[in-house]
């Protein structure tokens, strides 16, 4: 706990799970055992040592994602040094990790006056603690009979002795303290009873003292949750009256009144409320409840302690273990949308986005594709989604851009008009397909690149300013569109999305179809022999599974054969939601080539290019296992000098259930290209790696930066 609303939600958490065993308790009061009312604090003490929230899991009694939203709505506005509006609060630790900075608002200070509330609380105990251990160690030792008499208890019924037996001027009932070297503590002059002194010797049995002390941490940690306190107090009562059970079971007949009158008579004593430290005597109130649980007493036969366990084994399940938030996303039915209701509000959409990070490669680029095509349209949604992928130090533009849509970054005085358009009137012609992912390959440090597409109709105000005639009915509209190439690394157990460069065109060709379209992928390699120059670019296009959301907007599209989607959902009302925990459903397969004659004459060309992969560290012209098929390349041709030859090999697809295995849907590694000029010996060529765009730009990866 590193905030003060790791603090809430650590202590929301362990609060919700006390008022529910309270409840619990109360309705099964003379129903179940004294073992089962004490042992079910066990799921209290777990839930206090779990992280709330950890592992993204989400338990029966939550409340964090209300705490995440009210985390983000306060510290959008604070300049906080501990907490952040763009990373979950959620605890990583069920302790507090002191700051290393000064505070800077007031949630820092609320954190800074909790660590100084649970320091006090521990000095105070502390305190009391060595205190008592002072007085008791200037008691007297015991000998004689009495110390015989504890001796002949412990024997009797089986039990261990303590350390140490002393004598004090006390004005208490007997008492154990110490968990190294327990000590039982009698009052000076004190008649002795045996069944007082065996209460004593069960609590030293059942290690009791060191469950005190385990409360008393507790205790410190969560100061300023009377809920808590109020719990642990009953805690402790049901400790003494599970001792009270295990003494009435080894008494008979008159024993057990003799111990009720022995319990009556201790009513006045004053309860020794020091941590580590156990008695008999726990005040007036507390006697009167443990009276009548003794009028009750009855023995519960054996089965009912394997029946209490299971009943607390079950709520430990739901009330700490949990369920992962993302277990749908995660099963073999991960391709469908996630069920979360739209976000109302600025504060709610980045809270649900943090808490839904996306999980697969596929998901994280489903997440970002539908973060912008919802830009207009589903404003708190598409902030949601890019909450979903966005690194944290991302988050400040995104918003700021988010809030501002129009007069972020623009200069009116260099637009075009459509562009001017685009900008009074953004809804009017915002990107309506999509998305669509292009070339999914290894950056070689554990992340991918990938190309993100969406597209729309050319505006029809467009067509007619550059005097461009408007397609007749039958006709293909002309369709652009937008490329974001990205890089997609692990963080955690989670993906997130980095925008390296951006393209905008117009393509002659249906995306749909299995054509490919003379686009470079996020990689290509290059190699040149005897002036031929030779490119090879993954250009395969993936889907996730509900395919490119809005496709029938575009008039180009209307009339397509392919269906929506596996779930036959309606093209009238499109799924829109992200999927962050998806696979890829579908696969087009295909390698972008060209081939270039730089010379001054006709040169026939022969081409041979063999995909690489990269299995266990080392580059084979074969494809790995569980790999999308991508053939050799063969081509002959004769080229005209500076002739420029380009094209698309493959086309085969597939969809359905293509497995989980993402190297599935990854392009080549590398390409060895065997080449032959001029009718001459076949050469095998270097390629050098380039990192290109769809308009054959190129780009760079973050920390390949050329430096001057």
């Known amino acids: 706990m590193n905030n003060i609303w790791a603090v809430l939600q650590q202590g929301v958490a362990a609060g919700l799970v006390a008022l529910f065993l309270l409840i619990l308790q109360r309705i099964f009061l003379d129903k179940l055992s004294p073992r089962w009312q004490y042992g079910v604090w066990a799921v209290l003490l777990l839930r206090l040592l779990v992280p709330a929230g950890i592992g993204a899991r989400t338990t029966v009694l939550d409340l964090w994602p209300f705490v995440e939203q009210g985390r983000v709505q306060a510290e959008l506005h604070l300049s906080s040094a501990y907490a952040s509006p763009w990373i979950s609060s959620l605890p990583s630790a069920p302790w507090p990790i002191p700051p290393i900075t000064a505070p800077q608002s007031v949630t820092d200070w609320l954190f800074v006056v909790y660590?100084?509330?649970?320091?006090?609380?521990?000095?105070?105990?502390?305190?009391?603690?060595?205190?008592?251990?002072?007085?008791?160690?200037?008691?007297?030792?015991?000998?004689?009979?009495?110390?015989?008499?504890?001796?002949?208890?412990a024997e009797q019924y089986q039990l261990p002795l303590p350390r140490r037996v002393v004598e004090c001027k006390w004005d208490h009932g007997p008492f154990l303290m110490g968990v190294l070297r327990p000590t039982l503590v009698l009052p000076m002059g004190w008649e002795l009873e045996e069944k007082v002194i065996l209460h004593e010797l069960l609590h030293l049995k059942h290690h009791d003292v060191l469950a005190g002390w385990v409360v008393t941490l507790f205790r410190c940690l969560h100061w300023w949750n009377p809920v808590l306190w109020y719990a642990f107090d009953k805690m402790g009562e049901d400790r003494e009256a599970l001792c009270d059970q295990r003494v009435l079971e080894r008494l008979e007949g008159e024993d057990r009144r003799d111990y009720g009158r022995c319990l009556l008579a201790m009513a006045d004593d004053k309860a020794v409320r020091i941590p580590g430290a156990t008695t008999m005597a726990n005040g007036a109130r507390g006697v009167k409840a443990r009276i009548e649980a003794i009028a009750r007493f009855k023995r519960y036969p054996q089965g009912m302690a394997l029946a209490s366990g299971c009943i607390t084994f079950a709520l430990a399940l739901a009330l700490v273990a949990g369920a992962p938030v993302q277990a749908l996303m995660e099963s073999s039915f991960a391709n469908v949308e996630l069920n979360l209701n739209a976000p109302r509000s600025t504060a709610q959409a980045l809270a649900t986005g943090q808490l839904h990070r996306a999980t697969t490669v596929a998901g994280a680029l489903d997440a970002y594709g539908k973060g912008l095509l919802l830009w207009w349209d589903d404003r708190e949604t598409a902030l949601m989604c890019q909450a979903m992928v966005r690194p944290s130090e991302e988050m400040p533009q995104v918003l700021e851009e988010w809030e501002n849509p129009i007069q972020y970054g623009l200069d009116l005085n260099s637009m075009s008009y459509q562009e001017m358009m685009d900008t009074a009137f953004p809804?009017?012609?915002?990107?309506?397909?999509?998305?669509?992912?292009?070339?999914?390959?290894?950056?070689?440090?554990?992340?991918?690149?990938?190309?993100?597409?969406?597209?729309?109709?050319?505006?029809?105000?467009?067509l007619i300013a550059e005097d461009r005639p408007?397609?007749?009915?039958?006709?293909?509209?002309?369709v652009e569109y937008l490329c974001h190439t990205v890089q997609v690394r692990p963080h955690g157990r989670h993906w997130t999305v980095h925008l390296l460069a951006e393209t905008q065109g117009e393509v002659e060709f249906a995306p749909l179809s299995n054509r490919q379209?003379?686009?470079?992928?996020?990689?290509?390699?290059?190699?040149e022999l005897d002036g031929v120059k030779v490119s090879i670019s993954p250009a395969h296009l993936l889907e996730t599974g509900e395919?490119?959301?809005?496709?029938?907007?575009?008039?180009?599209?209307?009339?397509?054969?392919?269906?929506?989607?596996?779930?036959?959902?309606?093209?009238?009302?499109p799924p829109e939601g992200p999927m962050p925990g998806c696979n890829f459903y579908s696969i087009t397969?295909?390698?972008?080539?060209?081939?270039?004659?730089?010379?001054?004459?006709?040169?026939?060309?022969?081409?041979?290019?063999?995909?690489?992969?990269?299995?266990?560290?080392?580059?084979?012209?074969?494809?790995?296992?569980?790999?999308?098929?991508?053939?050799?390349?063969?081509?002959?041709?004769?080229?005209?000098?500076?002739?420029?030859?380009?094209?698309?090999?493959?086309?085969?697809?597939?969809?359905?259930?293509?497995?989980?295995?993402?190297?599935?849907?990854?392009?080549?590694?590398?390409?060895?290209?065997?080449?032959a000029v001029d009718g001459g010996e076949e050469q095998t060529i270097t390629l050098t790696k380039t990192y290109t765009t769809p308009d054959g730009g190129s780009y760079t990866l973050p920390g390949e930066e050329e430096t001057p």
Not at 470 to 478: N, T, V, Y
Not at 547 to 562: C, D, F, N, Q
């Open 115 to 153: 660590l100084a509330g649970a320091l006090a609380w521990a000095i105070w105990f502390g305190l009391c603690a060595f205190r008592l251990h002072r007085r008791v160690g200037t008691g007297v030792p015991v000998s004689g009979p009495r110390l015989e008499a504890v001796r002949r208890v």
């Open 517 to 527: 379209g003379e686009f470079f992928g996020p990689v290509t390699w290059v190699g």
């Open 470 to 478: 408007l397609p007749e009915d039958g006709e293909d509209w002309p």
């Open 589 to 675: 397969e295909g390698l972008y080539w060209t081939v270039e004659n730089t010379g001054d004459q006709v040169r026939p060309v022969k081409l041979w290019a063999d995909p690489l992969w990269n299995n266990s560290g080392t580059l084979e012209a074969r494809p790995a296992p569980q790999t999308m098929s991508v053939d050799p390349m063969y081509q002959y041709m004769a080229l005209e000098a500076g002739d420029l030859r380009q094209g698309v090999e493959g086309g085969s697809s597939a969809s359905g259930s293509l497995g989980d295995d993402l190297p599935y849907f990854l392009g080549p590694d590398a390409f060895q290209v065997t080449l």
């Open 547 to 573: 395919g490119l959301v809005g496709k029938y907007e575009l008039r180009t599209w209307a009339e397509s054969a392919w269906s929506w989607s596996i779930y036959d959902s309606s093209p009238d009302s």
């Open 427 to 462: 809804s009017h012609n915002w990107w309506s397909t999509g998305p669509q992912f292009r070339g999914l390959v290894s950056d070689g440090a554990g992340g991918y690149l990938c190309q993100v597409l969406w597209y729309r109709d050319v505006d029809e105000s467009v």
